[in-house]
Every structure is written in C-alpha cells, then in structure tokens.
C-alpha cells in the first residue's frame, strides 16, 4: 500500500465557514505555494474578503506566497486562516 | 409597539437579534475542531451572551470573555473579562495588555468619554465605538463586513489576546 512521499504533506484549512477539507486532510506538494492551499479553500467555503486576512499554524504567521516547504509547515497540520485584527486603542 | 433603546433609535426585534445571534454563534458550535486547535472552550452561548475562555499559547494563563449580543446587530457587543465561575468582572488587573487595545481602568481623560470601566478598544467592540476618540468610526461601517460577523469578531479579539503579555 502506497503511503505519503517526502514530497507531500496533508494540511486542514480551518476558517469561519467551515474547514477545507471537512474532515481530515488534503495532500499537497511540499513546493507548492500556500497560496494554492487558500485558493482551493476559498473554492470550497462560502468565505469572503479574504485579501486581507492571515493565516497561522499555531500563532506563528505565514507567507502565502512562500511555498509549504519554506512557511516550514509539517505533516498533518492545522492552519487558521481568518481576518486580521484592526488597529484600535484609544487616543 | 417596541421600545426604542438604541443610541440611534429603535432597536431590532428580540426575535430577529437572537435569531442572528444564534445564526452566528453555530460557526463556532458546528466547528469543534477549530475551538481546539485555537484553544477555545464555549462556556455559553445562551443569548444574548457568548462566554469563552481562551488558553494564552505562550503563558498557559486562562481568560474568559463575555459578550454581550443585546441587539445584535444593530449594536456591537460590549466585552467583559470576568471570572469564569462568579461570572463577575474581574480586577483591571488581569486584563491582558498589548499596544493600547486594553484598558485596564476606566478612561477618565475627558468628561465627554464616558467609558466607566476597564475595556477593549477595538472596531467591533461596543466600548470602542461609544468611546469619544471614536464617535465618528460609526459601528454602520462595519456590520456588513463579514470580518466583523461574531466569528471574526470573537477571532480578532482572540488574536489580540494571544499577542498580550497576560
């Protein structure tokens, strides 16, 4: 039985409208962008604005125009992806 | 007739508030596995509050948040950090600070501001847009961005959190 080569790793988008995919995880190669890894969740889930939001694995940021390899992202991992905070505080 | 009990005039029906509310909170209900992976525990979700506490990555310390949905989403909700078993306000003292998102004290630079007690100064949050150096950042802005729906709102405070040196 074929398992996961050193190229792949399996990733679970999590967001506000659900997480990409459902259960488990989806495979992608370790040099593709994590930018692809949002896109084809945004394909999948009703989510919207999403330009300006940010994604973490833990509370580390990543770069979604770094590939999988560089965003040092490991097997079977968990990714937030929803809006970034605004600027407040009081003058 | 309803009462009107809004800063800007008559509020939305109850009904419609909570069916909103309810509407907003099931993001959260039916996601599991975002609430552990963000370190979230719903204490409630009766309307019209939202308790949750959030685990600090970095300090391991523990905080709860209360919401407070009333006419939602006419209003934004007003936030409390309290104690999760008395469910009263806790000391300015254990609320977390980052930047100047939080206040640990009441403001009491101007008599116009007439935010009385500690806060989140935060779009989003009913404190930030009834405090005077933001009357003219209306909560009108935001209601219709989906970053600001209760999930969003609930995320950006938990990333603020999470940033504090609580």
Known sequence: MA???????????????????ANGFQKYNLHQSLQHVLDETKAHLPVQNTGSWVVRLGDRELTPSLTIEQNNIP???RIAWGPVERGGGAL | MGACRTRRGCALRPELSQ???EEGVSQ???NPVFLVDR?????????PL??????????????????????WNDEPPELDIIDPETKQPVSGDLWPQYQSYWHKTAWASSPLITTSKAFMCLPGIREYHTHFSHKNDLWEKY???PDYNIFGIVSQVAQVFQKSNV
Do not use: C, M
């Not at chain 2, 308790?51 to 006419?71: E, N, Q």
């Open chain 1, 75 to 77: 097997d079977n991992s």
């Open chain 2, 28 to 30: 959260l209900l039916n």
């Open chain 2, 39 to 47: 370190g979230w525990l719903l204490l409630s979700t009766a309307y």
């Open chain 2, 50 to 71: 939202l308790i949750i506490t959030i685990h600090h990555r970095t300090t391991g310390k523990l905080r709860t948040f209360r919401f407070s949905f009333d006419d």
């Open chain 2, 19 to 21: 069916a909103l509310f």
């Open chain 2, 143 to 145: 209601k219709s961005n």
């Open chain 1, 3 to 21: 398992g996961p080569t050193k190229n792949e790793v399996d990733i679970q988008v999590l967001t506000g409208a659900g997480n990409f995919p």
